[in-house]
């Protein structure tokens, strides 16, 4: 390590101790707003509790000494520096909905046994700050960047990243930056990640047995319980455990629960799509739907069932499909295509292709460089399975926070983020700031 940097990085770790106690107090005004997807109103495009956290950390980023905007009423940058052009550091606000099985109040910032619970903690209130006391730090460094450096928070980013459309509606993408809303170390790749709808109908009263298939779906997690109601009125819940939708494998899907008891029915016609439905599913790399497919660079298929609905003589179901980063998806969707039963329409709900970044860009190896100096880990660019803004934001890469070998937390009860691994992803983005600021 140079002179330099290792006496920039002890001296980051000093300011980290003396302003811990601001950090907490400040997330913790953050967590407490609920800010899940709402109805429109005037000047709040995802709800009023997004638009109450965008002011709020303007309000904070405007304390801290820096400036700051609420862009086209999506998204909330804080700005170190003077300039037109930019480096970006994109996270978000909006979380997804807190749900039951919490041991202690999602919108309360608790810290219990040296860890953090709240929904944002990791998802991605707590990392999105983290930069922004790690902008901080060097404004009390007086360490001024070459080009400014935005915070930007964004509020839409778990229902569809509409914000990044808004805000560049109204500003330019950065000439660089990073999304702190994935895993280190910082990612080159992201795979495609299509959605899809399959709807298929019954002949004559093959379904007349069921009056409804009901729970909480989302495509955003593998779910965790489903209701099953027979027409005669009796009822049987499946109960499973929940997982985010990009990790299937650490979950237990209810609805393959319900598949594989239903697939021993009387029924022929339910019996047989059943037996389809658990078949193809519970396999999570889609060899039964014929769409495995495998590269060096990012690895399996991998598929996740993530709704079920009837609706008169018709199954409806939906899932997605992350797919290596050598594939096109037209040929996932033929194969597809050949592997759904028959009486079945196909849907393509929603298509994001995948994301390269050239993975020997200097500026990757600026934040490879904080990571590796910070953990003492390998930093060698990854891929990811993962959705991020930087499939909509030019010019960005994934960066953290979790670290190898975490998963799953998010999109869950109980989110947590140790408290060690806060402050490491503090020193991580300051470093890495740092870089930034001097060399690029």
Not at 49 to 61: H, N, P, Q, S, V
Not at 78 to 102: K, M, N, P, S
Not at 357 to 377: C, H, M, N, V, W
Request: aromatic share 10%; hydrophobic share 35%.
């Amino acid at each position: 390590m140079e002179e330099n940097k290792l006496e920039i990085y002890n001296t980051i770790k000093k300011e980290i101790e003396l302003i811990k106690e601001e950090f907490y107090k400040t997330l913790k005004e953050i967590i407490e707003i609920p800010s899940e997807l709402g109805k429109p109103e005037e000047n709040a495009p995802f709800g009023k509790y997004t638009r109450e956290a965008l002011e709020k950390i303007l309000e904070i980023g405007t304390k801290l000494g820096f400036k700051g905007k609420i862009v086209n009423n999506a998204m909330t940058y804080i700005q170190y520096g003077e300039g037109r052009e930019y480096i970006g550091v994109f996270g978000h606000l909006d979380v997804v909905r807190a749900g039951d099985g919490w041991n202690t109040n999602p919108y309360e910032l608790t810290l219990k046994d040296g860890v953090f619970y709240g929904r944002g903690i990791l998802d991605n209130k707590g990392p999105i700050l983290a930069n922004l006391f790690g902008l901080y730090i060097l404004k009390r460094l007086k360490i001024l960047p070459k080009i400014p450096i935005r915070i930007i928070f964004g509020s839409n980013e778990e229902n569809g990243s509409n914000d990044i459309d808004l805000y560049l509606q109204k500003e330019k993408p950065p000439v660089f930056g990073y999304t702190p809303d994935c895993k280190y170390p910082v990612v080159y790749g992201e795979r495609g990640v299509v959605r899809i709808k399959v709807t298929t109908l019954f002949e004559n009263k093959e379904l007349d047995i069921i009056k409804k298939i009901g729970g909480e779906f989302s495509s955003s997690f593998i779910p965790d319980k489903v209701k099953l109601v027979y027409k005669n009125k009796e009822e049987k819940i499946y109960k499973g455990k929940k997982s985010p939708s990009n990790a299937p494998e650490m979950g237990t899907n209810a609805i393959l629960l319900m598949a594989r008891d239903l697939r021993d029915s009387d029924n022929n016609s339910l019996s047989k799509y059943m037996s389809w439905l658990y078949d193809s599913f519970s396999d999570y790399e889609g060899k039964n739907l014929g769409i495995r497919f495998e590269d060096l660079d990012s690895g399996v298929t991998q598929v996740s069932l993530t709704k079920i609905k009837k609706e008169n003589k018709k199954i409806e179901i939906q899932f997605s499909s992350r797919y290596p980063v050598t594939i096109k998806e037209e040929e996932l969707i033929r194969n597809l295509k050949n592997n759904i039963p028959k009486n079945s329409q196909m849907e393509i709900i929603k298509s994001m292709p995948s994301v390269i970044f050239p993975k020997d860009d200097k500026r990757l190896k600026l934040l490879q460089e904080a990571y590796e100096i910070s953990t003492g880990l390998d930093g060698s660019p990854v891929t990811t399975t993962g959705a991020t803004y930087a499939r909509k934001m030019p010019n960005i890469v994934a960066f953290g926070p979790s670290f190898p070998g975490q998963k799953g937390i998010a999109h869950k009860e109980n989110e947590y983020m140790t408290e060690e691994d806060l402050l490491k992803n503090l020193e991580i983005y300051a470093l890495a700031l740092y870089n930034l600021s001097k060399d690029i």
